[in-house]
Protein backbone atom coordinates (compact mmCIF):
# COMPACT_ATOMS: atom_id res chain seq x y z
CA UNK A 1 0.00 0.00 0.00
CA UNK A 2 1.05 3.65 -0.83
CA UNK A 3 -0.10 6.16 2.16
CA UNK A 4 -0.01 10.18 2.24
CA UNK A 5 0.28 11.94 5.16
CA UNK A 6 -0.90 15.41 4.99
CA UNK A 7 0.80 17.60 7.63
CA UNK A 8 4.29 18.79 8.78
CA UNK A 9 4.00 18.84 12.75
CA UNK A 10 4.97 16.62 15.65
CA UNK A 11 1.20 14.74 14.92
CA UNK A 12 2.02 14.22 11.95
CA UNK A 13 5.04 12.84 12.37
CA UNK A 14 4.05 10.28 15.38
CA UNK A 15 1.10 9.51 12.22
CA UNK A 16 4.25 8.85 10.01
CA UNK A 17 6.26 6.59 12.74
CA UNK A 18 3.06 4.56 13.32
CA UNK A 19 1.86 3.60 9.66
CA UNK A 20 5.33 2.86 8.90
CA UNK A 21 5.02 -0.04 11.61
CA UNK A 22 2.24 -1.42 9.94
CA UNK A 23 3.38 -4.52 7.40
CA UNK A 24 0.81 -3.24 5.10
CA UNK A 25 2.45 -0.01 4.16
CA UNK A 26 5.33 -0.62 1.40
CA UNK A 27 5.53 3.37 0.35
CA UNK A 28 4.81 6.57 2.53
CA UNK A 29 4.86 10.36 1.32
CA UNK A 30 4.24 12.73 3.76
CA UNK A 31 3.39 16.64 2.43
CA UNK A 32 4.71 18.72 3.61
CA UNK A 33 6.67 16.71 6.07
CA UNK A 34 9.78 17.94 7.50
CA UNK A 35 13.18 16.76 8.86
CA UNK A 36 12.25 14.22 11.66
CA UNK A 37 9.47 12.71 9.00
CA UNK A 38 12.15 12.37 5.78
CA UNK A 39 13.74 9.58 7.52
CA UNK A 40 10.84 7.54 7.11
CA UNK A 41 8.98 9.11 4.34
CA UNK A 42 9.55 11.02 0.98
CA UNK A 43 8.93 14.44 2.09
CA UNK A 44 6.84 16.23 -1.24
CA UNK A 45 6.92 20.14 -1.48
CA UNK A 46 2.60 20.36 -1.44
CA UNK A 47 1.33 22.69 1.37
CA UNK A 48 -1.15 20.92 3.50
CA UNK A 49 -3.68 23.09 2.18
CA UNK A 50 -2.90 22.94 -1.11
CA UNK A 51 -5.99 20.32 -1.74
CA UNK A 52 -6.24 20.34 -5.65
CA UNK A 53 -2.35 19.90 -5.86
CA UNK A 54 -2.33 17.08 -2.75
CA UNK A 55 -5.47 15.23 -4.73
CA UNK A 56 -3.42 15.31 -8.38
CA UNK A 57 -0.54 13.99 -6.53
CA UNK A 58 -2.55 11.14 -4.61
CA UNK A 59 -4.18 10.21 -7.90
CA UNK A 60 -0.58 10.28 -9.86
CA UNK A 61 1.47 7.64 -7.45
CA UNK A 62 -2.46 5.84 -7.43
CA UNK A 63 -1.75 6.38 -3.53
CA UNK A 64 -4.27 4.43 -1.46
CA UNK A 65 -4.99 5.60 1.36
CA UNK A 66 -4.46 9.76 2.50
CA UNK A 67 -4.66 10.41 6.64
CA UNK A 68 -4.97 14.34 7.29
CA UNK A 69 -3.15 15.41 10.37
CA UNK A 70 -4.27 19.16 10.63
CA UNK A 71 -7.81 20.70 11.06
CA UNK A 72 -7.28 23.44 7.89
CA UNK A 73 -7.66 21.40 5.24
CA UNK A 74 -10.54 18.77 6.30
CA UNK A 75 -12.60 22.22 7.13
CA UNK A 76 -11.63 22.96 3.56
CA UNK A 77 -12.71 19.56 2.18
CA UNK A 78 -10.33 18.25 1.46
CA UNK A 79 -12.30 14.90 2.19
CA UNK A 80 -15.07 15.59 -0.29
CA UNK A 81 -12.42 16.77 -3.09
CA UNK A 82 -10.63 13.79 -2.92
CA UNK A 83 -13.95 11.43 -2.91
CA UNK A 84 -15.45 12.83 -5.87
CA UNK A 85 -12.61 11.33 -8.16
CA UNK A 86 -12.51 7.82 -5.83
CA UNK A 87 -9.64 8.25 -3.62
CA UNK A 88 -9.45 7.41 -0.16
CA UNK A 89 -8.85 9.14 2.39
CA UNK A 90 -9.31 9.73 6.20
CA UNK A 91 -10.73 12.30 7.86
CA UNK A 92 -14.48 14.21 7.94
CA UNK A 93 -16.06 16.00 5.19
CA UNK A 94 -16.12 19.23 5.25
CA UNK A 95 -19.79 19.60 6.84
CA UNK A 96 -18.69 17.19 9.07
CA UNK A 97 -15.70 18.70 10.39
CA UNK A 98 -17.43 22.05 11.13
CA UNK A 99 -17.98 20.54 14.73
CA UNK A 100 -14.37 22.41 14.88
CA UNK A 101 -14.40 24.91 11.93
CA UNK A 102 -17.19 26.58 13.43
CA UNK A 103 -17.88 26.72 17.20
CA UNK A 104 -21.56 28.35 16.93
CA UNK A 105 -22.20 24.82 14.49
CA UNK A 106 -20.49 22.52 17.36
CA UNK A 107 -22.13 24.35 20.20
CA UNK A 108 -25.78 24.40 18.64
CA UNK A 109 -25.34 20.69 17.92
CA UNK A 110 -24.89 19.54 20.81
CA UNK A 111 -27.49 21.67 22.73
CA UNK A 112 -29.34 19.10 19.76
CA UNK A 113 -27.97 15.93 20.60
CA UNK A 114 -28.07 17.20 24.43
CA UNK A 115 -24.45 16.66 25.35
CA UNK A 116 -23.47 18.07 28.53
CA UNK A 117 -21.86 21.51 27.75
CA UNK A 118 -21.37 24.98 28.97
CA UNK A 119 -24.53 26.96 28.48
CA UNK A 120 -23.78 29.83 25.71
CA UNK A 121 -24.97 32.46 23.41
CA UNK A 122 -24.04 33.04 19.94
CA UNK A 123 -23.73 36.93 18.81
CA UNK A 124 -23.10 38.53 15.28
CA UNK A 125 -23.27 42.05 16.80
CA UNK A 126 -21.32 44.06 19.54
CA UNK A 127 -24.36 45.98 21.16
CA UNK A 128 -26.38 42.36 21.56
CA UNK A 129 -23.38 41.06 23.17
CA UNK A 130 -22.89 43.78 25.48
CA UNK A 131 -26.16 43.70 26.59
CA UNK A 132 -25.44 40.08 27.49
CA UNK A 133 -22.05 40.64 29.19
CA UNK A 134 -23.12 44.01 31.78
CA UNK A 135 -26.13 41.86 32.90
CA UNK A 136 -23.73 38.88 34.15
CA UNK A 137 -21.41 38.14 36.13
CA UNK A 138 -17.67 37.43 35.36
CA UNK A 139 -15.61 35.76 34.00
CA UNK A 140 -16.82 34.53 30.65
CA UNK A 141 -15.44 32.70 28.20
CA UNK A 142 -15.53 33.89 24.29
CA UNK A 143 -14.59 31.99 21.27
CA UNK A 144 -14.16 33.56 17.89
CA UNK A 145 -16.76 31.12 15.87
CA UNK A 146 -13.79 30.08 13.36
CA UNK A 147 -10.66 28.61 13.21
CA UNK A 148 -7.99 30.89 15.25
CA UNK A 149 -4.85 28.70 15.37
CA UNK A 150 -5.70 26.98 19.04
CA UNK A 151 -5.92 31.61 20.20
CA UNK A 152 -9.25 31.75 19.70
CA UNK A 153 -10.59 31.48 23.43
CA UNK A 154 -10.64 34.26 25.53
CA UNK A 155 -11.56 34.57 29.48
CA UNK A 156 -12.26 37.86 30.41
CA UNK A 157 -12.66 38.63 34.57
CA UNK A 158 -14.92 41.38 34.06
CA UNK A 159 -17.38 43.12 31.86
CA UNK A 160 -14.97 45.90 30.85
CA UNK A 161 -12.95 42.83 29.77
CA UNK A 162 -15.82 41.29 28.31
CA UNK A 163 -16.90 44.13 26.23
CA UNK A 164 -13.49 44.78 25.39
CA UNK A 165 -12.57 41.08 23.80
CA UNK A 166 -16.18 41.42 21.70
CA UNK A 167 -15.27 44.41 20.52
CA UNK A 168 -11.87 43.38 19.16
CA UNK A 169 -13.22 40.10 17.59
CA UNK A 170 -16.44 41.43 15.96
CA UNK A 171 -15.94 44.79 15.19
CA UNK A 172 -12.00 44.91 15.36
CA UNK A 173 -11.36 41.62 13.60
CA UNK A 174 -8.49 39.90 15.97
CA UNK A 175 -8.78 36.86 14.72
CA UNK A 176 -9.94 38.06 10.82
CA UNK A 177 -13.48 36.59 9.73
CA UNK A 178 -13.31 33.80 12.49
CA UNK A 179 -14.25 36.46 14.69
CA UNK A 180 -17.23 37.56 13.16
CA UNK A 181 -19.69 35.54 15.34
CA UNK A 182 -18.53 34.98 18.93
CA UNK A 183 -19.82 32.27 21.23
CA UNK A 184 -19.68 33.20 24.76
CA UNK A 185 -20.58 30.86 27.93
CA UNK A 186 -20.00 29.99 31.00
CA UNK A 187 -16.84 29.47 32.81
CA UNK A 188 -16.06 26.39 34.07
CA UNK A 189 -13.01 24.85 36.38
CA UNK A 190 -11.76 21.34 36.32
CA UNK A 191 -8.81 19.19 34.92
CA UNK A 192 -8.92 18.73 31.17
CA UNK A 193 -9.07 15.60 29.84
CA UNK A 194 -8.91 14.35 25.90
CA UNK A 195 -10.54 12.26 24.44
CA UNK A 196 -10.23 10.48 20.99
CA UNK A 197 -12.06 7.96 19.36
CA UNK A 198 -12.17 6.64 15.40
CA UNK A 199 -16.06 6.82 14.32
CA UNK A 200 -17.37 5.52 10.60
CA UNK A 201 -20.38 7.36 11.34
CA UNK A 202 -22.40 5.12 13.10
CA UNK A 203 -19.58 2.21 15.45
CA UNK A 204 -16.83 4.10 17.92
CA UNK A 205 -13.46 2.75 18.55
CA UNK A 206 -12.80 4.75 21.86
CA UNK A 207 -8.09 5.47 21.67
CA UNK A 208 -6.42 5.94 25.75
CA UNK A 209 -6.98 8.74 27.69
CA UNK A 210 -4.14 11.59 28.09
CA UNK A 211 -4.10 15.10 28.88
CA UNK A 212 -2.71 18.16 27.25
CA UNK A 213 -0.67 21.26 29.11
CA UNK A 214 -2.32 24.33 27.18
CA UNK A 215 -0.36 27.56 28.78
CA UNK A 216 2.84 28.16 28.19
CA UNK A 217 4.48 28.02 31.51
CA UNK A 218 5.03 25.78 34.33
CA UNK A 219 2.19 26.01 36.96
CA UNK A 220 -0.63 26.90 34.23
CA UNK A 221 0.73 29.94 33.77
CA UNK A 222 0.87 31.95 31.27
CA UNK A 223 -1.37 32.56 27.58
CA UNK A 224 -2.76 29.35 26.09
CA UNK A 225 -0.57 27.27 23.48
CA UNK A 226 -1.30 24.83 20.74
CA UNK A 227 -0.01 22.48 23.95
CA UNK A 228 3.33 22.13 25.56
CA UNK A 229 3.13 18.50 26.37
CA UNK A 230 0.96 15.70 27.42
CA UNK A 231 0.89 12.13 29.16
CA UNK A 232 -1.41 8.98 28.58
CA UNK A 233 -3.46 7.58 30.25
CA UNK A 234 -4.92 9.69 32.49
CA UNK A 235 -5.26 7.53 35.80
CA UNK A 236 -8.01 9.78 37.00
CA UNK A 237 -10.19 8.55 34.22
CA UNK A 238 -10.99 4.83 35.15
CA UNK A 239 -12.24 2.85 31.42
CA UNK A 240 -15.89 2.65 33.25
CA UNK A 241 -15.44 6.69 33.10
CA UNK A 242 -13.80 6.91 29.94
CA UNK A 243 -16.64 4.73 28.27
CA UNK A 244 -19.79 6.47 29.89
CA UNK A 245 -18.04 9.83 28.66
CA UNK A 246 -18.10 8.51 25.34
CA UNK A 247 -22.01 7.56 25.60
CA UNK A 248 -22.83 11.33 26.56
CA UNK A 249 -20.34 13.41 25.04
CA UNK A 250 -19.63 11.76 21.53
CA UNK A 251 -21.86 9.26 20.96
CA UNK A 252 -25.11 11.85 20.73
CA UNK A 253 -23.22 14.35 18.26
CA UNK A 254 -22.09 11.16 16.02
CA UNK A 255 -25.85 9.85 15.54
CA UNK A 256 -27.41 13.66 14.99
CA UNK A 257 -24.71 14.17 12.32
CA UNK A 258 -25.47 10.82 10.59
CA UNK A 259 -29.19 11.57 11.30
CA UNK A 260 -28.92 14.78 9.04
CA UNK A 261 -26.57 12.65 6.55
CA UNK A 262 -23.60 14.21 7.25
CA UNK A 263 -21.36 11.23 9.04
CA UNK A 264 -18.30 12.03 10.69
CA UNK A 265 -15.76 9.32 9.55
CA UNK A 266 -12.38 9.64 10.82
CA UNK A 267 -11.24 10.67 14.43
CA UNK A 268 -12.94 12.70 16.79
CA UNK A 269 -11.07 14.44 19.61
CA UNK A 270 -13.27 15.41 22.37
CA UNK A 271 -11.88 18.14 24.74
CA UNK A 272 -13.26 17.50 27.79
CA UNK A 273 -13.59 19.59 31.57
CA UNK A 274 -13.93 17.37 34.46
CA UNK A 275 -16.51 19.58 36.68
CA UNK A 276 -18.02 19.27 39.71
CA UNK A 277 -20.79 18.84 38.26
CA UNK A 278 -19.56 16.37 36.00
CA UNK A 279 -17.54 15.86 32.86
CA UNK A 280 -18.57 19.13 29.92
CA UNK A 281 -17.43 19.34 26.24
CA UNK A 282 -15.23 22.58 25.91
CA UNK A 283 -14.71 21.47 22.28
CA UNK A 284 -14.49 18.78 19.56
CA UNK A 285 -11.61 18.98 17.11
CA UNK A 286 -11.80 16.92 14.07
CA UNK A 287 -8.39 15.38 14.05
CA UNK A 288 -5.79 13.57 16.45
CA UNK A 289 -4.63 16.27 19.20
CA UNK A 290 -0.84 17.63 19.06
CA UNK A 291 0.66 16.65 21.01
CA UNK A 292 -1.83 14.08 22.37
CA UNK A 293 -1.38 11.87 19.31
CA UNK A 294 2.64 11.48 20.37
CA UNK A 295 1.42 10.30 23.93
CA UNK A 296 -1.05 8.07 22.32
CA UNK A 297 0.55 6.84 19.41
CA UNK A 298 4.01 5.45 21.05
CA UNK A 299 1.44 3.41 23.27
CA UNK A 300 -0.66 2.26 20.48
CA UNK A 301 0.45 -1.78 19.95
CA UNK A 302 -2.54 -2.89 16.74
CA UNK A 303 -2.14 -1.45 13.65
CA UNK A 304 -3.19 1.75 12.70
CA UNK A 305 -3.56 1.03 8.94
CA UNK A 306 -6.71 -1.28 8.99
CA UNK A 307 -8.54 1.26 11.31
CA UNK A 308 -7.91 4.28 9.16
CA UNK A 309 -8.94 1.81 6.22
CA UNK A 310 -11.72 1.19 7.55
CA UNK A 311 -13.04 4.29 9.15
CA UNK A 312 -12.30 5.61 5.37
CA UNK A 313 -14.30 3.08 3.97
CA UNK A 314 -17.33 3.24 6.23
CA UNK A 315 -17.12 0.16 7.95
CA UNK A 316 -15.56 0.20 11.07
CA UNK A 317 -14.84 -3.90 12.46
CA UNK A 318 -11.48 -3.43 14.67
CA UNK A 319 -13.85 -3.42 17.76
CA UNK A 320 -10.93 -3.23 20.35
CA UNK A 321 -7.43 -1.71 20.37
CA UNK A 322 -4.42 -2.77 22.40
CA UNK A 323 -2.15 -0.29 24.30
CA UNK A 324 1.01 -0.97 25.81
CA UNK A 325 0.38 -0.41 29.45
CA UNK A 326 3.45 1.60 30.59
CA UNK A 327 2.32 5.71 30.12
CA UNK A 328 3.99 8.01 27.78
CA UNK A 329 5.15 11.26 28.89
CA UNK A 330 5.38 14.26 25.72
CA UNK A 331 7.71 17.41 26.51
CA UNK A 332 7.61 20.00 23.88
CA UNK A 333 10.62 21.87 23.51
CA UNK A 334 9.41 25.56 21.86
CA UNK A 335 11.51 28.42 20.28
CA UNK A 336 11.47 31.34 22.65
CA UNK A 337 8.73 33.81 22.14
CA UNK A 338 5.93 30.95 21.51
CA UNK A 339 3.32 31.26 21.48
CA UNK A 340 3.94 34.94 20.41
CA UNK A 341 6.27 35.56 17.76
CA UNK A 342 10.00 34.03 17.84
CA UNK A 343 13.08 34.04 15.44
CA UNK A 344 13.99 30.35 13.49
CA UNK A 345 16.94 29.23 11.64
CA UNK A 346 18.79 28.06 14.86
CA UNK A 347 20.88 25.11 14.62
CA UNK A 348 19.96 22.27 16.65
CA UNK A 349 22.54 20.52 18.55
CA UNK A 350 22.19 16.63 20.08
CA UNK A 351 19.73 14.38 18.32
CA UNK A 352 21.75 11.96 17.97
CA UNK A 353 22.53 11.68 21.85
CA UNK A 354 18.62 11.38 22.11
CA UNK A 355 18.37 8.63 20.07
CA UNK A 356 17.74 6.04 23.07
CA UNK A 357 15.60 3.02 23.64
CA UNK A 358 11.47 3.55 24.66
CA UNK A 359 12.31 7.52 23.32
CA UNK A 360 10.45 9.49 20.14
CA UNK A 361 12.12 12.81 18.88
CA UNK A 362 9.16 13.37 16.97
CA UNK A 363 9.93 16.70 14.68
CA UNK A 364 7.74 19.53 14.80
CA UNK A 365 9.09 23.30 13.69
CA UNK A 366 12.67 22.05 12.10
CA UNK A 367 13.87 22.85 8.38
CA UNK A 368 17.24 21.46 6.87
CA UNK A 369 19.46 24.18 6.17
CA UNK A 370 21.57 24.71 3.77
CA UNK A 371 24.58 23.49 4.81
CA UNK A 372 22.63 20.27 5.86
CA UNK A 373 22.29 21.16 9.37
CA UNK A 374 18.58 20.47 11.11
CA UNK A 375 17.82 23.89 12.48
CA UNK A 376 14.38 25.46 13.86
CA UNK A 377 11.56 26.36 11.81
CA UNK A 378 9.00 26.81 14.20
CA UNK A 379 7.12 27.93 17.61
CA UNK A 380 6.70 24.20 18.60
CA UNK A 381 10.18 22.92 17.61
CA UNK A 382 10.03 19.07 18.97
CA UNK A 383 7.86 16.85 20.72
CA UNK A 384 9.56 14.15 23.00
CA UNK A 385 7.52 10.97 24.09
CA UNK A 386 8.71 8.56 26.45
CA UNK A 387 7.97 5.28 27.58
CA UNK A 388 8.06 4.21 31.28
CA UNK A 389 7.37 1.68 33.85
CA UNK A 390 5.45 4.57 35.65
CA UNK A 391 5.05 8.23 35.09
CA UNK A 392 8.10 9.17 37.19
CA UNK A 393 10.29 6.74 34.98
CA UNK A 394 8.98 8.16 31.91
CA UNK A 395 9.37 11.70 33.19
CA UNK A 396 12.65 11.35 34.37
CA UNK A 397 13.56 9.86 30.50
CA UNK A 398 11.56 12.66 28.46
CA UNK A 399 13.45 14.88 30.75
CA UNK A 400 16.48 13.36 30.35
CA UNK A 401 16.41 13.23 26.55
CA UNK A 402 14.92 16.54 26.19
CA UNK A 403 18.26 18.18 28.02
CA UNK A 404 20.46 16.51 25.55
CA UNK A 405 18.62 18.39 22.55
CA UNK A 406 19.69 22.00 22.35
CA UNK A 407 19.22 25.24 20.21
CA UNK A 408 19.34 28.83 20.76
CA UNK A 409 16.16 30.27 22.60
CA UNK A 410 15.10 26.31 23.50
CA UNK A 411 12.77 26.41 26.12
CA UNK A 412 10.08 23.26 27.80
CA UNK A 413 7.50 23.55 30.54
CA UNK A 414 9.25 21.57 33.59
CA UNK A 415 6.29 20.44 35.05
CA UNK A 416 4.65 18.17 32.25
CA UNK A 417 3.30 15.00 34.10
CA UNK A 418 4.05 16.76 37.68
CA UNK A 419 0.42 16.61 39.22
CA UNK A 420 -0.19 12.90 37.87
CA UNK A 421 3.40 12.03 38.67
CA UNK A 422 2.40 13.17 42.41
CA UNK A 423 -1.56 12.03 42.45
CA UNK A 424 -0.08 8.24 41.52
CA UNK A 425 2.79 7.75 43.01
CA UNK A 426 3.91 10.51 45.59
CA UNK A 427 2.24 9.00 48.97
P1 LIG B 1 -11.51 25.37 23.14
O1 LIG B 1 -10.74 25.69 21.88
O2 LIG B 1 -12.95 25.68 23.04
O3 LIG B 1 -11.22 24.03 23.72
O4 LIG B 1 -10.84 26.28 24.26
C1 LIG B 1 -9.45 26.32 24.49
C2 LIG B 1 -9.17 26.27 25.95
O5 LIG B 1 -9.89 27.32 26.62
C3 LIG B 1 -9.66 24.98 26.63
O6 LIG B 1 -8.73 23.95 26.52
C4 LIG B 1 -9.83 25.47 28.05
O7 LIG B 1 -8.58 25.51 28.72
C5 LIG B 1 -10.33 26.87 27.89
N1 LIG B 1 -11.82 26.86 27.91
C6 LIG B 1 -12.66 26.66 26.87
N2 LIG B 1 -13.95 26.69 27.25
C7 LIG B 1 -13.93 26.94 28.58
C8 LIG B 1 -14.96 27.08 29.57
N3 LIG B 1 -16.25 27.03 29.26
N4 LIG B 1 -14.56 27.31 30.84
C9 LIG B 1 -13.26 27.40 31.16
N5 LIG B 1 -12.25 27.27 30.28
C10 LIG B 1 -12.58 27.05 29.01
N1 LIG C 1 -3.58 19.84 21.88
C1 LIG C 1 -4.78 20.45 21.54
C2 LIG C 1 -5.11 20.41 20.12
O1 LIG C 1 -4.51 19.68 19.35
O2 LIG C 1 -6.01 21.11 19.71
Known sequence: MKVLVVGSGGREHALVWKIAQSPLVKKIYA????????????????????????????????????????????????????????LKIFGPSREAAKLEGSKAFSKNLMA????????FQVFDNVAEAKRFIVDRE???????????????????????????VVNQMIQDRLFGDSGKLVVIEEFFTGDELSVLLFTDGERVLTLASSQDHKRVFDDDQG?????????????????????????????PVVQELARRGTPYRGLLYVGIMMTRSGPQVLEYNVRFGDPEAEAILPRLKTDIVPIMMEVASGKLKTQSLEWDLRPCITVVIASDGY??????????????????????????????????????NGGRVFSVSALGESFKEARDLAYRTVKNISFEGAFYRNDIGKKVFEKTEVK
Open 339 to 376: PGSYKTGFEIKGLDQAKLQDVCVFHAGTARGPSGAITT
Open 223 to 251: PNTGGMGAYSPCPFVSDQELNEIVDKAAR
Open 112 to 119: QAGVPTAA
Open 138 to 164: PPFVIKADGLAGGKGVLIAHSCEEGVK
Open 31 to 86: APGNPGIAELAECIEIGADQIDQLRQFASDQKVDLTVVGPELPLVHGIVDSFQAVG
